[in-house]
């Protein structure tokens, strides 16, 4: 069974960057496909950003030109860089895995299998 645990949460004044990362676990992690996701107090969980095992990746409008996804299969590890931070980003973020076929491009309502325990990010303003 695979495990997801996040790092690097954290509090920034706005404008500023912060770099998540996701240990992954106990399996074979270049056969999964990942994604970022978050969720703010009294909201619904939202995608970020996905990645397919290929690389291909798909962002949520809001974090379209200042978070960037990206993995490193031989470290297993998937990373969530994010600048230019706004306080709307603030929220929960998890990580999230799933095994898939080498062909699948995750979208946002894509359904993970399984998820890390989360991050907190909190931006003030």
């Known amino acids: 069974q695979v495990q997801l645990v996040e790092s690097g949460g954290g509090s920034v004044r706005a404008g500023g960057s912060l770099r998540l990362s996701c240990a992954v676990s106990?399996?074979?992690?270049?056969?999964?496909?990942m994604g970022w996701f978050r969720q703010a107090p009294g909201k619904e969980r939202q995608g970020v950003a996905t990645?397919?095992?290929?690389?291909?990746?798909i962002y949520a409008d809001s974090a379209k030109g200042r978070f960037t996804i990206s993995r490193d299969n031989a470290k297993n590890t998937l990373n969530l860089q994010m600048n230019s931070l706004k306080p709307e980003d603030t929220a929960m973020y998890y990580c999230?895995?799933?095994?898939?076929?080498?062909?699948?491009?995750?979208?946002?309502?894509?359904?993970?299998?399984?998820w890390g325990q989360g991050a907190q990010v909190t931006v003030s303003s």
């Open positions: 999230a895995a799933d095994p898939c076929a080498i062909w699948v491009g995750p979208g946002l309502e894509y359904e993970f299998a399984a």
């Open positions: 106990g399996h074979i992690y270049s056969s999964y496909c």
């Open positions: 990645m397919s095992r290929t690389g291909t990746t």
